[in-house]
Structure formats: structure tokens, C-alpha cells
């Protein structure tokens, strides 16, 4: 089945937030698991031509996802996700941050707390993920980072790999 959803993206600097969402036309299981299994994720979450590396992930309360976005000439961009809360299959929160290879957070950059929903709609899922960030200038230096296009792009990514199941 061909989806013929679009990936939303709404920023409202007032309060500091950045609303995402997408439908993907696959069971909630499926969607789930691309978010939070590391051989799932590191196949997706990069726009082309980068492509996503997970050095380490424990998707668990507490646990960590540390992984580079790598670029074609082999510029590795880290990142890491601090897992706060878990409701398998539903909804997780977790804080993003910039980062160095060893996970030690670069403090110039924003950081930015995700509330990522899974919901089961008519055979698909639709996910709604909520960014808060601290400042509404830390919002607008995550719109400059090309944000909505590179999450645009990683959710056809997503779209293939679903297909592929």
C-alpha cells in the first residue's frame, strides 16, 4: 500500500516547541520497532546521502542511543538520545543532544526534549512526536539546521524500509 501522507512540521517559537507528525502505512509493531531497534534505526534516520551509525543504544528508562550522522566524505555529526520514559509499543520521551564520539554533550548547541506517540489509525500508525527546546531561539537555530528537510527526507526512508517488511 502506497502512503500518500506527508511529513507535518509546525514550530511555535512562543512555546519553544516543534510538532511532528507523520502516518506510516504499517502496524504500530512495525513502526515501533524502526524507532527503537538500532539495526532498524541506523537503516533510516539519516537523510540521503548521509546515513545513521549507533556506536551504542540501550532503549530502556535510562539508557542511551549514541550514534553519528555520517556524510558521504565521511564527516560523522554525534548525537545521542537519554531515554526518560518508556510505554513500549505507545510513546516514549527522551532528550537529544549534540554531542563528541564519546557522548560528552556539546552545551553550544540546543538540546531538545522528544515525546514521540505511536498510535494505531485504519491500519497504520500515526506518530506525533513534540519537541521542546529551551528558548525560542534554540528552536529557531534547530529550523536552521535544515531540520524539517532532513526529517522529511529520513521519514521516506522509513516509508522504503516499511515497504520492504
Keep these: 500500500m502506497e502512503n500518500n501522507s506527508k511529513t507535518a512540521i509546525t514550530s511555535d517559537a512562543g512555546k519553544k516547541q516543534i510538532h511532528v507528525t ?3 502505512n504499517a502496524p504500530v509493531q512495525e513502526v ?8 532498524l534505526l541506523d537503516q533510516w534516520w539519516a537523510p540521503k546521502p548521509w546515513k545513521a551509525e549507533t556506536k551504542s543504544m540501550e532503549f530502556r528508562e535510562g539508557g542511551t542511543w549514541l550514534y553519528a550522522m555520517v556524510g558521504p566524505d565521511g564527516t560523522k555529526m554525534w548525537s545521542r538520545a537519554d531515554f526518560e520514559t518508556i510505554l513500549p509499543g505507545q510513546r516514549f520521551t527522551a532528550i537529544d ?9 556539546n552545551d553550544e548547541l540546543p538540546r ?4 514521540c506517540v505511536f498510535s494505531p489509525i ?9 519537541l ?8 529557531q537555530k534547530i529550523i536552521d539546521t535544515g531540520f524539517e528537510e532532513g526529517f522529511t527526507a529520513a521519514h521516506g526512508n522509513l516509508d522504503e524500509l516499511l515497504a520492504k517488511k
Design 132 to 139: 521542546t527546546l529551551a528558548t525560542a531561539e534554540d528552536v
Design 32 to 39: 515501533w520497532n524502526a524507532w527503537t531497534k538500532r539495526e
Design 112 to 115: 531538545m526534549h522528544w515525546h
Design 122 to 130: 485504519e491500519g497504520a500508525t500515526l506518530v506525533e512526536i513534540n
Design 97 to 105: 543532544a549534540f554531542c563528541d564520539e564519546n557522548g560528552v554533550v
Design 22 to 24: 507523520r502516518q506510516f
